[in-house]
């Protein structure tokens, strides 16, 4: 009996501290792990601080490409149906032929411009219809009409 | 009155003939109240092609640009007058060129085919083409009866 008394004695004491330990335990939890909608409830932020934190809009793309330009107009060249050796860099030195603008790279309005003056230098004299002017053959090559920069529209 | 630029190939010929060819087309044009600003020798050159002209064949041509103004309705008469000098053996009027160059479109030629202003206006046309469809009104997205 008194073995058993000063058990149960022993036995409520532990339970006790533990108890008391525990509930420590559970308050210094709460404290540091508060659930997010509490903690916006004690804690006003202002309106300042919301400013700073806020992305920043930006007004244009950074990672927006540079507006491309045709070889014509970047250099600001204006084709001319006298300047025959420049004409004949758009055309086929086999047949003759103007290149598409698929092949040249030009912008639609430089690509017309191009064309109406080869017409106005053949129909002048100036400029041949079915080949190239042999003097102009080894010309540097704007573009490789092997390789079109885009493909052809049929 | 507008300024033209009349390309003339004069046949072969000694250099008193030419000065008196291009004399002869001076008057012409000062004929009609124009005036030239300026007269360009290209040369004496190989054409491009053979050309038969007053019924004489030409191989080689002096090249000449004349830069003249003239009044507009007067332009046919000139060419017609030109066409009838036997030394001429080719000759085109142009107008000089004087519109600004149009800034550069590429950019948005290259863009993908719904990004580009033709091809929506392509899409939009073939919306509006589109007959409307009849809809029954039931709120269902099936037919619930035979059909």
Redesign the interface.
């Known amino acids: 009996m008194f073995f058993c008394k000063h058990q149960t004695h022993k036995m409520s004491s532990y339970v006790l501290t533990r108890s008391f330990v525990g509930a420590a335990k559970k308050i210094l939890w709460r404290t540091l792990h508060r659930p997010i909608h509490e903690a916006a409830e004690s804690h006003q932020i202002s309106n300042e601080e919301i400013q700073a934190d806020l992305p920043v809009q930006l007004e244009k793309n950074p990672y927006e490409k540079p507006?491309?330009?045709?070889i014509l107009?970047?250099y600001?060249i204006?084709p001319?149906?006298?300047n025959v050796r420049l004409l004949s860099q758009f055309q086929s030195r086999y047949t003759g032929r103007i290149y598409g603008r698929h092949i040249t790279?030009?912008?639609?309005?430089?690509q017309a411009k191009v064309e109406h003056e080869i017409l106005?230098a053949?129909?002048?004299?100036?400029?041949?219809?079915y080949f190239k002017?042999v003097t102009y053959v080894k010309d540097p090559q704007l573009f490789d009409p092997d390789h079109p920069f885009?493909p052809h529209n049929y | 009155m507008p300024t033209y630029e009349l390309t003339m190939l004069l046949r072969v010929m000694p250099k008193t003939d030419i000065v008196s060819t291009l004399k002869r087309t001076a008057n012409t044009i000062f004929s009609t109240g124009g005036i030239i600003r300026k007269i360009d020798s290209l040369g004496f050159k190989k054409m491009p092609f053979k050309t038969s002209a007053h019924s004489l064949v030409h191989r080689e041509a002096n090249y000449f640009i004349i830069y003249f103004d003239a009044p507009p309705s007067r332009i046919f008469d000139l060419d017609e007058a030109f066409g009838r000098d036997v030394d001429v053996v080719r000759r085109r009027i142009y107008k000089q060129d004087s519109e600004p160059p149009e800034a550069c479109t590429l950019a948005d030629e290259i863009k993908p085919p719904p990004y580009r202003s033709e091809v929506q206006k392509m899409l939009e046309m073939a919306k509006k083409a589109k007959k409307p469809q009849f809809s029954y009104n039931t709120g269902l997205d099936y037919y619930p009866f035979q059909k």
């Open positions: 507006r491309v330009k045709c107009c970047k600001n204006e001319d149906y006298k790279g030009l912008c639609k309005s430089k106005k053949q129909n002048a004299g100036f400029m041949a219809y002017d885009r």
